[in-house]
């Protein structure tokens, strides 16, 4: 499957699961292939959350590509939020940064699966890589002492939109 027909399928998935597209003059000047956003009121939250999936393609990836793609779609989504309170006071932030590649090696799919994603305030970030040649989908699948409670549905989201 090549990344314009990933696309339009998992933003047929998002649209159905209350994700809005953003403002493509947002996020194409930095070089965001997509982005769409579901904001609102979560109690699980303690307050507004706004769940942000940024897409990227990036040929020959790498784990240091990886990072610096997820580090950037966070800062991105955190920068963009529908509500101007900062994280942690009724406001919480995920991102979900998917990098688009062909041929992705399979030791970075492993890497991206035992990776603890980064941790922040009030905010979460769980990068994921979609290889356009095999169809496979790679996202962290443990569960860390902190955040434990939200990991699970950290997980299904990913599933839900991209599976």
Known sequence: MDSIAF???VSQKLASNGFMP???RLYQPVGFKWASRR???EISKFGMHDSTF??????ALDPAKMSGFSNAAFSFANSNKSVGLPNGFFMSVSC???AITSNADPQLMQIVKGTTPTKHFGGFEMPVVFDTTTGAL???EGTPLWGAAYFSGF???VVNNLA
């Open 54 to 59: 940024i897409f990227c393609e990036i040929p």
């Open 7 to 9: 696309l339009n399928r």
């Open 39 to 41: 904001s609102g009121f």
């Open 22 to 24: 953003m403002d493509q």
């Open 138 to 140: 790679a996202y962290y």
């Open 155 to 157: 997980r299904k989201v």
């Open 96 to 98: 979900f940064p998917v």
